[in-house]
């Protein structure tokens, strides 16, 4: 499948009911292929972004309702960046991310409590911004 079918069957989960439908039905959404518009909150390992700390290969980014408006509507998604060639990814980029949904995790707050986020396996990126 090329890039561009692929991208046309993914499902767009930017809105807070498609977020929310995410993880109370996280087991049976896996594989699905989803879309995300999202400005990144951080890059790196081992960064607290959003509030929340992250380890290993995950990026965060919160969601957004209408990026060239500027519109954010708070939702928290982590991702596994697995592109296999692209520019890199940098904190405040507008983007929308195409990839499997791969289930939720759970990730410990700065305040100390927990926050279960999505997670999706990233094939593509579109750059609105960078």
Do not use: H
């Not at 993880?23 to 989803?34: A, E, P, Q, W, Y």
């Not at 992250?54 to 960046?81: E, H, K, Q, Y």
Request: proline content about 2%; overall charge negative; aromatic content about 10%.
């Amino acid at each position: 499948m090329d890039e561009e079918e692929f991208k046309s069957l993914c499902k767009n989960v930017s809105g807070s009911d498609s977020y929310r439908n995410l993880i109370r039905n996280s087991d049976s959404l896996k594989g699905t292929k989803v879309c995300a518009d999202l400005k990144i909150e951080n890059t790196n390992l081992g960064e607290t972004a959003m509030g929340m700390s992250f380890s290993g290969n995950m990026v965060v980014g919160i969601t957004c309702s209408n990026p060239s408006m500027n519109i954010w509507l708070g939702d928290r998604f982590a991702f596994n960046d697995e592109r296999r060639a692209g520019p890199k990814l940098l904190v405040g980029d507008v983007v929308r991310v195409y990839g499997y949904f791969s289930g939720t995790e759970v990730f410990t707050t700065t305040g100390g409590g927990n926050v279960e986020a999505p997670v999706l396996d990233i094939r593509y990126i579109d750059f609105y911004s960078q």
